[in-house]
T-cell receptor, first 113, second 113 residues
Framework: GAGVSQSPSNKVTEKGKDVELRCDPISGHTALYWYRQSLGQGLEFLIYFQGNSAPDKSGLPSDRFSAERTGGSVSTLTIQRTQQEDSAVYLC???????????FGPGTRLTVT | QKEVEQNSGPLSVPEGAIASLNCTYSDRGSQSFFWYRQYSGKSPELIMFIYSNGDKEDGRFTAQLNKASQYVSLLIRDSQPSDSATYLCAVRGGETSYDKVIFGPGTSLSVIP
């Protein structure tokens, strides 16, 4: 079956612009996670959803970052007023339910110039 | 103390040898444990998960869990150059963080032909 998809695969934006990153989870998966990975670094947890609710937003780096999930499916991560330090690969993962194994999408590589 | 710890490596083993990757965690109540493999420039992919003390085998991979010692390991038998990647350990939290999955920093494995 179809895996997790993310779009765009690459995004280059100018400092100060807003960006939206999209994640389509595996059908039927109720849990959805967003991570950030800078070059050569580990996974940095950002936020997770159970259904459309986000019980844990503790990983969002600043109030410039927000995320939503609608219909228990697609999720959007929005970064406002992007900064150069936001440059990273943003990974989305879905899971049959929270705390279970996660399946990752291919990621969105964000470059802020 | 970090919640999930791994040796960063790199761990180098000759082709055909057994590679042993180790992970320790701090939350004694943790229940579920996962191993992911991440090739350079790619997203993590699930290798195995283990919930009970003891060994779990899947092909050339064996996961070992010792909850008393708060230790989980991954053994790769007959290592191949294609096993060269970063291996991420992930742990589902205990009672106070039941839905949270914490990733370790990863261990880089290099299998030498």
């Amino acid at each position: 079956g179809a895996g997790v998809s993310q779009s765009p695969s690459n995004k280059v934006t100018e400092k100060g612009k807003d960006v939206e990153l999209r994640c389509d989870p595996i059908s039927g998966h109720t849990a959805l996670y967003w991570y950030r990975q800078s070059l050569g670094q580990g996974l940095e947890f950002l936020i997770y959803f159970q259904g459309n609710s986000a019980p844990d937003k503790s990983g969002l780096p600043s109030d410039r970052f927000s995320a939503e999930r609608t219909g228990g499916s697609v999720s959007t991560l929005t970064i406002q007023r992007t900064q150069q330090e936001d440059s990273a690969v943003y990974l989305c993962a879905s899971s049959p339910q929270t705390g279970r194994e996660q399946y990752f999408g291919p990621g969105t590589r964000l470059t802020v110039t | 103390q970090k919640e999930v710890e791994q040796n960063s490596g790199p761990l180098s083993v000759p082709e055909g040898a057994i590679a042993s990757l180790n992970c320790t965690y701090s939350d004694r109540g943790s229940q579920s444990f996962f191993w992911y493999r991440q090739y350079s420039g790619k997203s993590p992919e699930l290798i195995m998960f283990i919930y009970s003390n003891g060994d779990k085998e899947d092909g050339r991979f064996t996961a070992q869990l010792n909850k008393a010692s708060q230790y989980v390991s991954l053994l790769i038998r007959d290592s191949q150059p294609s096993d060269s990647a970063t291996y991420l350990c992930a742990v589902r939290g205990g009672e106070t963080s039941y839905d949270k999955v914490i990733f370790g920093p990863g261990t880089s494995l290099s299998v030498i032909p």
